[in-house]
């Protein structure tokens, strides 16, 4: 019996011939480079790297042209689960990132020592080959706060919807475009979906980049192609450099010292230790009682747009030096109760609509006490005004009041001089009579005629008859007789129609007390 052979499990990482087309040529979009220096030599670089202690290999970089084969044989050695291509294009790339972008190829290998790893592990525990951390280095050159003018955000570059779609948290205090662990889980399973629809990896990029609609569109123009080459000049302009480009981080990073390029050391700590926080916390309280800047947490949490962690309803991570964490942990209670009303105000912070006239605030006038006064029946906010020798428009603005609005028994806050507080808290013993006789007012109405008022008496109260003369309105009669409105007269009336006055009508008019 033929003993049975044992296969290898790992036979599909056998190194594949590199597909060379001599016959594909562009040239590398403008856009692309003037994004990869904007990225890099941006403040978050200028800031995270010392490149001031940066020292040169001893000999100077010579500009090299290599041959064609040179590559080809470099690249056939890469141990990798994509097919990898070479023709003109990904040459240009090649000398882009080798040639004419160094300084810049230096500082993101610096940067790389501290997010590989952690692309590297999550790539892994999903299953994906780790070839595809080489993917932030083109989308987002390894700058966690790095924003396109489409408004794909994070290392990882993901738009807000696909970033919600993946359970990415955006809002105003954090986006986890922006954390690496978090948007790493989400590409990872975005591009596992890509690979359930293409099979490709070349593809899979090239649709990570410009979506899956680009791609497929492409794939119809080429009728039916899905070779990555094949479809070339059918992506968009901006996504037909994506693959080769690529390619060509892959091999600079992985022959970077035949070109004399080495990674600038970075100011990230080489430990740092996971802690979840589960009360708010501002960057603020947290520097105060650690050895840790306000920028370093900055740093190392970029997914907190506020410097704010609003830990509410659920717990938030909070990335520290590995030295720190313990730091942290002694100083914890001092940490969340520092200046925590200065930092989140939470007063007044949800109000029931139906508590916000109790709850309206104004600011007191200065040398003024405040007394409260009483509303009564035939009282209006001019009328309450003048007894208390202050503006309507404060004694709205004091009390809320909208279109004149008061109701009896309405307490109003009144502001008056503290010399005169007593006398004027006495107002709401007086009746209507003494509080206009303060103003040197008699509270009788008076008339040019005679005839024109007769006053009688009723049961219910003091009336006086009014006899309608020539521009009379409603209103220009209700200020003859203090406390009473147009609206009064014309209900004791039954008038319903303002405008059916006519001259010589007696009028009834009830008077205040």
């Not at 002694?330 to 949800?350: A, E, G, M, P, R």
Request: glycine letters at 4%; hydrophobic letters at 35%.
């Amino acid at each position: 019996m033929t003993p049975a052979v044992e296969k290898d499990s790992l036979a599909f990482l056998k190194i594949n011939p590199v597909d060379v087309r001599w016959d594909l040529n562009d040239s590398i979009q403008p856009e692309f480079k003037s994004n990869l220096d904007k990225l890099v030599n941006s403040w978050y670089a200028q800031n995270t790297f010392k490149t001031k202690e940066y020292e040169a290999p001893e000999e100077a970089y010579v500009k090299e042209n290599l041959a064609d084969s040179v590559y080809i044989k470099r690249i056939e050695s890469i141990p990798s689960m994509f097919d990898l291509s070479y023709n003109k294009i990904v040459r240009n790339y090649i000398e882009l990132y080798t040639q004419r972008r160094r300084k810049q190829v230096e500082i993101m290998m610096g940067m790389s020592e501290y997010y590989f790893p952690i692309f590297e592990e999550i790539l892994d525990k999903e299953g994906l080959p780790l070839e595809l951390k080489y993917l932030p280095i083109i989308e987002s050159a390894l700058n966690p706060k790095a924003l396109s003018r489409a408004g794909a955000c994070g290392l990882w570059q993901f738009m807000y919807s696909t970033g919600r779609m993946y359970k990415l948290e955006v809002n105003s205090f954090v986006d986890e475009r922006r954390d690496p662990v978090k948007s790493s889980y989400a590409a990872a399973k975005f591009l596992k979906d890509l690979y359930k629809m293409y099979g490709n990896w070349p593809l899979v990029i090239a649709a990570y980049n410009c979506g899956p609609g680009n791609v497929n569109k492409a794939i119809r123009r080429s009728g039916g192609k899905k070779n990555y080459w094949d479809i070339y000049y059918r992506l968009p302009k901006e996504t037909r450099g994506y693959v080769p480009a690529f390619i060509a981080a892959l091999y600079s990073f992985n022959f970077h010292e035949e070109h004399g390029l080495y990674p600038r050391p970075n100011q990230f700590p080489e430990v740092c230790d996971t802690l979840m926080i589960q009360e708010q916390l501002h960057f603020d309280q947290i520097a105060q009682f650690t050895k840790v800047s306000k920028d370093k947490l900055r740093e190392l949490n970029p997914q907190y747009r506020a410097d704010i962690i609003p830990a509410l309803n659920k717990s938030y991570s909070l990335k520290v030096p590995f030295e720190a964490a313990m730091e942290f942990i002694d100083n914890q209670d001092s940490i969340t109760s520092y200046k925590k009303d200065y930092y989140f105000n939470l007063k007044d912070k949800v109000v029931n609509p139906r508590d916000r006239y109790q709850k309206f605030a104004h600011v007191a006038p200065t040398g003024k006490t405040k007394i409260y006064y009483k509303v009564r029946s035939g009282d209006a906010v001019g009328l309450i005004a003048s007894w208390f020798h202050v503006r309507p428009s404060d004694l709205r603005y004091w009390n809320n009041i909208r279109r004149n609005m008061i109701r009896v028994g309405q307490n109003l806050a009144v502001y008056v001089p503290k010399s005169k507080a007593e006398f004027y808290r006495s107002f709401n013993s007086m009746s209507k009579g003494q509080k206009q006789a303060t103003l040197g007012k008699n509270y009788v109405a008076r008339t040019n005629s005679v005839n024109s008022v007769r006053e009688t008496s009723s049961a219910s109260g003091d009336y006086v008859y009014y006899t309608v003369r020539k521009n009379d309105n409603f209103w220009t009669i209700a200020k003859k007789f203090p406390g009473v409105s147009n609206y009064d007269i014309m209900r004791i009336n039954n008038i319903k129609d303002a405008r059916s006055l006519k001259v010589g009508q007696k009028l009834k008019i009830k008077l205040r007390s």
